[in-house]
């Protein structure tokens, strides 16, 4: 991700002088497209970004590579995690395909992925303790590593998109 300055003028006047302000944050350059930035990042490891799917699935995008699970939405509606189905190391998937399965004491859901690649590597212990899904599913609890095969796309939502659906959703 591009680290920004942004200057803006604020507070009283002084003299004749506007009192000026800098902020740095640390998002998406504002010249790239949403999918551009998602993808403008490989080989710097630097540029990391997390988005979501509509199905409750997010991807941490880390240059080439990517992390993914569903998100504690899902997670929380799903209840208590008793088994998690993950693929193989050297799967391959399109964006949208299954890739997985969760099930818990109320319901079974499928696991669809948010972007296209090939999985790097699986998170074993999720399989062995299929609970820390509920403790922490975007953080210990991720399923799957991928390298990306295309830029994720463009209907994957930022994090106040996403919170606006699943406050629609709920």
């Known amino acids: 991700m591009a680290s920004v300055a942004v200057a803006r003028f604020g507070g009283a006047l002084r003299s004749g002088a506007a009192v000026r302000t800098l902020r ?19 080989g710097n490891k630097r540029c990391m970004s997390t988005v979501y799917a509509e199905s409750h699935e997010y991807l941490t995008v880390d240059g080439d590579t990517a992390k993914v699970g569903i998100t504690a939405f899902a997670a929380k509606a799903l209840g208590d995690v008793v088994f998690v189905d993950l693929p193989e190391v050297g799967d ?3 964006a949208g395909d299954s890739f997985g399965s969760v099930e818990s004491v109320k319901a079974a859901s499928d696991v669809y992925a948010p972007a296209s690649g090939e999985v790097l590597e699986v998170n074993e212990a999720l399989t062995e303790s299929p609970g820390i899904l509920n403790e922490d599913p975007m953080g210990q609890g991720w399923f799957i590593k991928i390298k990306m095969t295309e830029p994720a796309p463009d209907t994957l939502m930022d994090p106040e998109a996403y919170k606006a659906h699943c406050e629609n959703s709920a």
């Open 92 to 94: 391959e998937f399109e």
């Open 24 to 42: 740095t944050f640390t998002g998406p350059s504002p010249s790239l497209p949403r999918a551009g930035w998602l993808a403008a990042g490989a």
